[in-house]
C-alpha cells in the first residue's frame, strides 16, 4: 500500500540489477494496454505478527523479474506473488501462487526486486531518459484496494526532488546515501489515481513504457486530490 508520502524516488537503473547479473534488454517493442496490463502482478505479504497486505510487482524480463515497492515487501516472513489471469473471480477456486524470493533492495529509493522463478512472456520496457516531461500523458496500473489490476490516467504534474519538499534524510541502518545524493533524489508528481496497493505498479508513457513506480499519495497537512507520486526510475 501506498507510504503517506512518497519515501524516495529516481534511482539509477543500476541499483535494480543483482551483482552480477545482466540489466533488462530495451528491445524495440510497443506493448499494447491489454498486454500491459498482464506484465503487472499482485504480491501478498504475510508477517510474523500475522498481519497481511498487499501490492503490485512490474514485471521487468521474461524470467519472471519484477520491482516493486521496498515497503511493499519490507519485514516480510513470506511474499506470494499472483500473476494477472491467474486471481480468481470466483470464492470458489484457488489463485495460482508463486513464492518470490528478494534479490535486491534500495531502501532509500523504496525499490525492491524480486524474483519469482517462472516464465513470464509479458514485461515492460523502460523509456528513454528524455520521456519524462510535464504535461505528457501517464497510466498507472496496479492492483489498488486489492482489487484486480486496473488502470487509472493522468498526466505529468512535476517532477520534484526531496529538497523541494522539504523531507530530510532519515538514516536506514546497515545503508548510506549522502546528503546531496539524498537530496537529488527525484520522483514524478501525477494526478493519476493511486491508492492503497499500488504501491510497487508501473507509472507508463503513451508507449506503455516505465518512467516510475507507483508510490504514494501526499496527505501531509491532511488529505488532497490529483498529489500523486512515483519513484522516477530513469
Do not use: C
Not at 503490485?56 to 519484477?66: L, Q
Not at 528478494?102 to 520521456?131: E, N, V
Not at 526531496?162 to 548510506?176: A, M, N, Q
Request: aromatic letters at 6%.
Amino acid at each position: 500500500s501506498p507510504a503517506s508520502v512518497a519515501p524516495s524516488a529516481t534511482p539509477p537503473r543500476r541499483l535494480l540489477i543483482p551483482r552480477g547479473a545482466a540489466a533488462p534488454e530495451r528491445v524495440e517493442r510497443k506493448l499494447a494496454l491489454p498486454d500491459a496490463m498482464k506484465a503487472v502482478a499482485f504480491i501478498a505479504t504475510r508477517h510474523a505478527d500475522g498481519s497481511v497486505s498487499g501490492g503490485s510487482g512490474t514485471i521487468i524480463n521474461e524470467h519472471g523479474v519484477m520491482i516493486t515497492n521496498h515497503h511493499v515487501v519490507d519485514g516480510a516472513s513470506t511474499i506470494l506473488v499472483v500473476l494477472p489471469g491467474y486471481r480468481p473471480k470466483s470464492r470458489f477456486k484457488e489463485p495460482k501462487t508463486y513464492d518470490a524470493t528478494i534479490l535486491k533492495t534500495a531502501p532509500y529509493y523504496d525499490l525492491a526486486l524480486l524474483d519469482i522463478h517462472a516464465q513470464t512472456p509479458a514485461y515492460f520496457r523502460f523509456a528513454s531518459d528524455d520521456a519524462v516531461q510535464v504535461g505528457h500523458e501517464v497510466r498507472a496500473i496496479g492492483n489498488p484496494q486489492s482489487l484486480t489490476v486496473s488502470v487509472s490516467k493522468g498526466i505529468i504534474s512535476a517532477v520534484r526532488t526531496f529538497y523541494e519538499l522539504g523531507l530530510d534524510l532519515v538514516k536506514i541502518p546497515g545503508e548510506t546515501i549522502t546528503e546531496r545524493e539524498f537530496e537529488e533524489i527525484t520522483w514524478i508528481q501525477t494526478d493519476a489515481a493511486i491508492n492503497p496497493g499500488n504501491s510497487g505498479g508501473p507509472l507508463l508513457n503513451a508507449d506503455n513504457d516505465i518512467v516510475g513506480i507507483n508510490t504514494a499519495s501526499w496527505i501531509l497537512g491532511g488529505p488532497s486530490e490529483g498529489l500523486n507520486f512515483a519513484l522516477h526510475v530513469k
